[in-house]
């Protein structure tokens, strides 16, 4: 399975309205930046099985949570982005501390924009949502570990945290969608490469 069969159908939220504080980027990031989802080949993700059962997860958080609906995403070796929104629910949280994003994402600004703001949420809907996935490929994880199918993994597999950003309005969505669709073209320069770590 490559990037390209992780796609959602972009028209998915042609009649969302942007003005809600409900539609957000999202980034799940490994756990001390570990490449268990496998690998980028000539510009492409190419998933391992770890990946291939991580993005099983994600696309599984529509039927769990029934206001959910995810537009593009990408996983990458040891993170994932995302596009979600939250339809058609009463929303109880706002993020801590908005960060307005510019309508184009020069290479590298966008990853030090997600490494300073952590996710706001203390609870439902988005909280809640990402918790349930990073305990289904947790639990899933450390069975195929068990029976040495995937690799054995550092402390746990996802950070703590996550990050997000409330997507205002459709430039704002198209830009992150272009950025998400090209974040496998861009993996040598990205801050979250552990070969780039030492540049740091």
């Known amino acids: 399975m490559n990037v390209n069969q992780m796609r959602r159908n972009s028209y998915r939220l042609e009649d969302y309205d942007y003005s809600q504080e409900g539609c957000y980027f999202v980034t799940i990031c ?68 908005e960060e307005r994003l510019s309508d184009e994402y020069p290479q590298g600004e966008l990853q030090r924009q997600e490494k300073n703001h952590q996710g706001g949420h203390t609870g439902p809907p988005l909280q809640e949502i990402i918790q349930w996935f990073k305990t289904m490929t947790t639990n899933e994880y ?9 690799p054995p993994f550092e402390k746990r597999i996802w950070q703590r945290s996550f990050y997000d950003h409330v997507i205002r309005n459709e430039d704002d969505l198209n830009s992150i969608r272009e950025y998400i669709r090209n974040n496998p073209l861009q993996w040598a320069l990205d801050e979250e490469n552990p070969a780039n770590q030492a540049h740091l």
Do not use: Y
Not at 142 to 150: A, D, P, Q, T, Y
């Open 142 to 150: 450390i069975n195929e570990v068990k029976s040495g199918r995937f």
């Open 30 to 97: 490994a756990q001390a930046r570990q490449c268990l989802f496998g690998e980028i080949i000539q510009g492409e993700m190419v998933l391992s099985e770890a990946g291939k059962m991580a993005a099983r997860w994600w696309n599984e958080t529509e039927n769990k949570f029934p206001h959910l609906v995810l537009d593009e995403f990408v996983l990458m070796p040891n993170h994932i982005h995302s596009i979600v929104a939250i339809v058609g629910a009463d929303l109880c949280v706002r993020p801590q501390r």
